[in-house]
């Protein structure tokens, strides 16, 4: 039998794509709704989204779109997004924000009977994250000032007494959104969770940390460690790793982000809640940096120019014991993202121009910037 159908905003993308697959696999019917960016599709709509599902062209942050798309929907899984590091501030919270607040104002006014709706949050709420200081604990510290990343100084320093701090797992308890994208995710959560609340409309926010595998699209370079690394070993290119590479990050595989994501859709115990859904293991991008030319066999030259983002995270591993506890739990390395990756990467045409338009983009407004004078 046919299950009800379930939105997909955001489809046409990277967990979109994916997600959709998945809930087709599952028997569910499926609706998509995105506006097919510029930036993330240059070639317009995608020859992976699934014909099965229904297709949508269409803005989230426009009421007739979402008064389409809602119509006899059962559940939601709300990613469409505008993302990445760029100081067009207004936008992040226009799209993410305005447009998350607007499915429940149609929902709410239109009396939807909605089951469910999960939303796509990013580990990037966290800022900094959680830290341990050896004189005072457990702290929260805030972003590193330009004039101390200037001179090629990374660390991450307590709030109290300015001595280092070292990097922890971050759980769920506390947030810390530094730059434009979190907060415009961190207000999307409080609007979905809170108007769910209160309205019936049983919500799950989902804290991803950095996602991989295919179909992340290559024209948009600005982030993306997996997807960056191996379209420059692709092109021939070197690898470039910002700042000294000793960064923290965790990486989950795409097919354990969307079981999370089907887990939170169809799992009541998840209602009203946010969840962390990571890789479960740390690495250094530098680490990283040499899995990708270990899984692609090649010589491949990694280079540390002293080179930063500006609003850019130091550490930030999420803890996922929460998720954990419902069953879930990453299966995928990245070894195996990269080795998806890398497959999917040579079935593509991908042009040396979309990363060099995007480093001269990122130099233009001053997000990527080079060390000063060393320290
Ligand atoms: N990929 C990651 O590592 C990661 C990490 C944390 C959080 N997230 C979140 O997960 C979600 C999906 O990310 P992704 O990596 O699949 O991104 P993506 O860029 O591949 O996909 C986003 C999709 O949304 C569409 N879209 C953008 N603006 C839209 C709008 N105004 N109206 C309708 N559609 C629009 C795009 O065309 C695209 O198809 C986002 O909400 C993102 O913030 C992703």
């Known amino acids: 039998m046919k299950r009800g159908v379930v939105l997909v905003t955001g489809g046409a993308g990277f967990i979109g794509s994916h997600t959709?697959?998945?809930?087709?696999?599952?028997?569910?019917?499926?609706?998509?709704?995105?506006?097919?960016?510029?930036?993330?599709?240059?070639?317009?709509?995608?020859?992976?989204?699934?014909?099965?599902?229904?297709?949508?062209?269409?803005?989230?942050t426009r009421r007739p779109d979402w008064e389409r798309a809602l119509e006899g929907v059962e559940a939601v899984v709300h990613l469409a997004a505008y993302q990445d590091y760029m100081p067009d501030f207004s936008t992040f919270f226009h799209v993410n924000t305005e447009g998350t607040a607007l499915l429940y104002e149609v929902a709410v006014e239109r009396r939807l009977d909605i089951?469910?709706?999960?939303?796509?949050?990013?580990?990037?709420?966290y800022g900094e994250g959680c830290h341990?200081?050896?004189?005072?604990?457990?702290?929260?510290?805030?972003?590193?000032?330009?004039?101390?990343?200037?001179?090629?100084?990374?660390?991450?320093r307590c709030p109290h007494c300015g001595r280092p701090?070292?990097?922890?797992?971050?759980?769920?308890?506390?947030?810390?959104?530094?730059?434009?994208?979190?907060?415009?995710?961190?207000?999307?959560?409080?609007i979905a969770l809170n108007l769910g609340k209160r309205y019936g409309i049983p919500t799950t926010a989902l804290r991803y940390s950095i996602v991989q595998g295919p179909r992340q699209s290559f024209a948009n370079a600005y982030s993306g460690v997996c997807r960056i690394f191996c379209t420059s070993l692709y092109l021939g290119r070197p690898l470039m790793v910002y700042e000294d590479g000793q960064q923290v990050r965790d990486y989950v595989n795409i097919r354990d982000a969307v079981e999370a994501t089907l887990l939170a859709l169809e799992d009541p115990r998840t209602d009203n809640q946010v969840f962390n859904v990571g890789g479960g293991r740390p690495y250094t991008v530098l680490e990283f940096a040499h899995t990708v030319l270990r899984v692609a066999g090649k010589e491949g030259r990694i280079e540390v120019p002293g080179i930063f983002r500006f609003g850019d995270t130091r550490h930030i591993c999420s803890d996922i014991t929460r998720l954990r506890s419902l069953g879930w739990s990453p299966r995928y390395t990245p070894e195996d993202s990269v080795r998806e990756y890398l497959a999917w990467l040579s079935s593509q045409e991908c042009r040396a121009d979309l990363l060099d338009s995007a480093q001269a983009h990122m130099q233009a407004v001053g997000v990527l910037r080079r060390v000063e004078v060393r320290a």
């Open 20 to 60: 959709v697959d998945r809930l087709l696999e599952k028997g569910y019917r499926v609706r998509v709704l995105d506006n097919l960016h510029p930036r993330v599709h240059p070639r317009g709509k995608p020859l992976w989204l699934s014909p099965e599902a229904e297709f949508l062209h269409g803005d989230v």
């Open 115 to 125: 089951r469910k709706v999960v939303v796509a949050s990013s580990q990037a709420v």
């Open 132 to 156: 341990r200081c050896e004189e005072h604990g457990v702290v929260y510290p805030e972003m590193r000032p330009l004039a101390q990343l200037q001179r090629g100084d990374w660390a991450v």
């Open 165 to 190: 701090v070292a990097w922890e797992p971050t759980d769920e308890s506390v947030v810390h959104p530094q730059n434009a994208y979190a907060m415009s995710k961190y207000a999307q959560e409080m």
